[in-house]
């Protein structure tokens, strides 16, 4: 059917009721046998009806603009969290090498619980964390953590509890305290982490090592079960846990 | 996360709250957008699909219709989950979900009719935004159940210039919806039913 506007101002009319009895008894006649019609009488009734809601409109306005900003400061954090990376990905190589020269020269001698958890321990990584607000304070936080400056990161985070509410920074926080010897309250920060997080296979993974950094086999075993069970990216490295926990 | 935080998150939507709308968008982007990418969607989808399902509980509170005995998080991820799984199947595509934390299923079964509904409502929204500043604000005044005369004073326009341009604006805003490959594919199944 040909959109004229002739048509719209017709429809427009019957669905505003403004139509005269004559007008309206003609356009009801047609419509009874202008099956094209109906079905664009009915197509403008949704679209009036959907489109004079102009709440949920300008909501839609508003998430659309709140979208393209955090996108634009998420491409900004990028490029520097990319920086962060490249030094991440050197002090891990160092780290790797360094810990494999001294699992190869001990691997026969001690296979001790320390030894073990230096071993598969590496602080839970940066992911990409950006809030516009908090950007300068966040970017501090991040800082200290990949500079290991822990007791820093505790007292920022402890600080800023709308932080510690987002489970990724309980997760840094977790670390935190793993690395300056505090397993109990690392342990604490895990387990706020409910099982139905996405982070929740990344805190049972740190529990059993924390359990591990503290001798406590039988519960590292537990977690470490659940984990190979979850089936995720940690999967590997806790059957080869498992497996050196048979060796001991 | 607690009773508190979920009431600040609701109110916040509810009033429109740019910061908490934005912190929220922060925290969860992320998550159902790695889920969308993962399920053979693209970044566009993603946007969509989170803003939508934020329409969704918007709406609902609105209307004083939200009865949830989850937390937010765990009724908002079952919403966008299944308006993509919805989309999905109306692309006619497998889903392929490797998802291990599983969503309340109880949840999502009860929300899975709702979404089919406003499904085609976000695709008219969606068009109407991308039409030009002079469109929405003549539409918009239809829209509100103004008459030409109306319009034309409120604009400055003539009203016969209003006229043909309330024609013109709509039919474009028909024609952009009508060849959304989404809006056809509802139409087909609405007709259907």
């Not at chain 1, 321990?121 to 990949?146: F, Q």
């Not at chain 1, 007791?151 to 977790?174: D, H, N, P, R």
């Not at chain 2, 609701?10 to 982007?29: C, H, R, S």
């Amino acid at each position: 059917m040909e959109r004229t506007q002739e048509l719209f101002e017709k429809i427009e009319g019957y669905l505003a009721k403004t139509l005269s009895k004559e007008e309206l008894l003609a356009f009801e006649k047609e419509m009874e046998t202008n099956s094209e019609l109906i079905h664009e009488v009915e197509k403008q009734r949704e679209l009036h009806h959907v489109l004079s809601d102009t709440d949920t409109l300008n909501f839609k306005e508003k998430l659309q603009k709140i979208s393209a900003e955090v996108k634009q400061e998420r491409s900004v954090s990028n490029t520097k969290i990319s920086q962060f990376s490249y030094w991440k990905i050197v002090a891990s190589i160092i780290v790797i090498l360094g810990i494999g020269t001294l699992l190869w020269n001990n691997i026969n001698k001690t296979d001790d619980f320390s030894e073990l958890y230096a071993f598969y321990y590496e602080p839970y990584p940066l992911e990409d964390v950006t809030r516009g607000d908090t950007a300068n304070e966040l970017s501090e936080i991040m800082k200290n953590y990949t500079q290991g400056n822990y007791e820093k990161v505790i007292s920022e985070l402890t600080k800023t509890t709308s932080l510690v509410a987002s489970e990724q920074f309980t997760l840094y926080l977790g670390n935190s305290y793993l690395n300056i010897g505090k397993e109990q309250e690392a342990l604490l920060q895990f387990k706020k982490i409910s099982d139905t997080s996405k982070y929740y296979e990344d805190a049972i993974w740190y529990s059993a090592l924390t359990y591990l950094k503290l001798g406590e086999i039988k519960k590292s075993s537990e977690l470490l079960t659940v984990i190979i069970q979850y089936d995720g990216i940690y999967k590997e490295k806790a059957v080869q846990l498992m497996e050196k926990f048979k060796e001991l | 996360m607690s009773d508190l935080e979920d009431r600040k998150i609701l109110e916040g939507i509810a009033a429109g709250d740019t910061a908490v709308i934005k912190t929220f968008y922060e925290n969860n982007f992320n998550y159902i957008r790695s889920y969308i990418l993962q399920n053979s969607g693209e970044e566009e989808d993603a946007e969509d699909v989170f803003q939508d399902a934020l329409i969704v509980i918007y709406q609902k509170l609105k209307s004083d219709t939200l009865d949830i005995n989850v937390s937010v998080l765990t009724y908002f991820y079952a919403i966008c989950k299944n308006k993509w799984r919805t989309r999905l199947r109306k692309k006619r595509k497998l889903i392929i979900d490797n998802e291990v934390v599983v969503i309340n299923e109880e949840v999502e079964a009860s929300i899975a009719e709702e979404i089919e509904n406003n499904e085609r409502e976000d695709v008219y929204r969606r068009y109407f935004l991308t039409l030009s500043g002079t469109c929405r604000e003549v539409l918009n005044l239809v829209f509100a159940g103004k008459n030409m005369k109306e319009i034309a004073g409120i604009t400055g326009y003539s009203e016969g210039y209003t006229r043909k341009k309330k024609f013109e604006c709509k039919k474009t805003l028909l024609e952009k919806i009508e060849k959304d490959p989404m809006y056809q594919e509802l139409k087909l199944t609405s007709e259907k039913q």
